[in-house]
C-alpha cells in the first residue's frame, strides 16, 4: 500500500479497509457490470455525501437519513462523474464500482482512519466553544511557511464532516489541521481515533452548546478528550488565559506549550493596541526573543487565535522570524465581515452565530471603532440554564457601548432589559427580521458603526443584506 508513491485511495485500498463491513468480502459488488471490465486501480479523489456536490472522482457515500436517504441520489451522484458508490443496499447505478456495507456512516469513518493512517503526516487538531475555524486557518497559515499543509476552509468539525476532511488528505501532504467540535463527551475522543493528531490545540472553554451538554464541566471534559488522544512524543498546546483549559494541563501525556497573555505562557502577547476593523499589533514574546506584530485581521480579541497559530508554528519547529512573517502575511477569511457602505457607514456582519463571548468580543470591536454605535443583537441559544444570566451579562456590556440597540427573539429581550439597566441609549425590542430591519434604518445616521449578531437560527445575514443596500427603504430611485 505505501510504496515509494505513497497509498492510493483506490477499489483495493477501499475493500480492504472496510474488510468485514462489505457485504461482498472479495471485492465490491459492480451493478450490471462484471469486475473485470472496470478499472482495477479506479482512484477516489475524496468523498462525498450530497450529490450535488459531487465532482468527477469522488467517492459517494449514501447516508439515510429522517428526511433525506442519499441512497435516492446514488445514480444522479454517478451521472455527476462519481467514480464509486458507497451504500448500505443495491443501488440502480452503471459502470462504477458499489461497496455495499452494514453502516455506510461507520464504513466511512473506517475508510477515513485507515487512510489517515497510511499517510505519514502530522494533524494538527483544534478545538474550542469559539473560534475554531478561524483558529484552523491561521495554523494552516503559520504552518505553510515551512511544510505543505491541508485544512479544509469549512466549519467541518463532526462525526461525518471529520473523515470527509481525511479522505480530501493527499499522500503528499506534510501537516493536515483538523477542526473538533462537540455537543456532548466521547465526540472528540472518537474524532481523535480517526485523526489520530500529534498535536492539539484548545482554545477556550465556554457555554457553546450547554443546553446540550448538560454543565459547563462536561464541556470542559469533552474539550479535554483531544489532549488526553494525543502521544507522548506530542504536544498540547493551551490558552493559559483561560481558566477550564489551564486545568487540562494534569490530562496530558505530551509536552504542554501554553500561550496567552498572562505568565506562564511560553508564547505571549504584550502591549496589544487595537485599530478597530483595521487589525491589531502586539509585541510577541518566545523563549527570550521578541517581535513587534502588525495583524489585518479585525479585533484584538483574536489574539488568542493568533498565539494558538504562533505556537503551533513554534512548537513544530519554524523560527520566530518565519512565524512572524506568515502572521503579518495573514489574508485569512473570518466569520466577521466589515462592510462601508457609500455613506460612510460600517455594517459589522457577524451573523454566523452566536455565543457569550463572541457576543462580548465583537461589542468590543464595535467600542474600539470610532462614530456611534448601533447593534441588532439576537438570541443565543442552547445556553440551557446559563441563557437568563448571559444574555444579562451581554446586555450590561452593550449598555456601556451602544447608543442604540434593537433586540430579536425571547431570550434578546432579557438583553435589552439589562442594556438598559445599564445605561444603554435608545432601547427597541423586535418581533421579526422585517421589523428589526425598518428599525435599523430609523436609527443608523452616516458614518455609524453598526452590527449584527445573532445565533444563526434567527437569519440575520437578510437584515444585513438589507443595510448593505445604498439607500433606505422609503426612498426611491433615482
Known sequence: MTGTRGPVLDVAFVTAALGPRLRHPAAPAFTHNPAHNLPARTRFDRAVVDSREVRPGDLFVALPGDRVDGHDYAAAAVAAGAAGVLATREAAIEGVPLFVVDDSLAALQDLSAAWRAALPLDVVGVTGSVGKTTTKAIVAAVLGAKYRVQANPLNYNNEISVPLCLLELKPETQRAVIEMGMYTTGEIALLCQWAQPRAGIVLNVGPTHLERAGSIEAIAEAKSELVQALPADGVAILNVDDPMVRGMVGLARSRVMWFGTDDPAEVRATDVVSHGAEGFEFTLHHQGDTRRLRVRLPGRHLVSNVLAGA??????????????????????????????????????????????????????LVDEMPGRHIALLGDMRELGVASGYEHQRVGERAGEVLDALVTLGDEARTLGEAALAAGGGEIHHATSREEAAALLWTLVRPGDVVLVKGSHALGLEAVVAELERSRGPEEPER
Do not use: C, F, H, K
Open 311 to 364: 505556537a503551533a508554528g513554534l512548537a513544530d519547529g519554524l523560527s520566530l522570524r518565519q512565524v512572524g512573517d506568515a502572521i503579518e502575511a495573514l489574508a485569512v477569511p473570518t466569520r466577521m465581515r466589515v462592510i462601508t457602505r457609500p455613506d460612510g457607514t460600517r455594517i459589522i456582519d457577524d451573523t454566523y452565530n452566536a455565543q457569550p463571548s463572541s457576543m462580548l468580543a465583537a461589542l468590543d
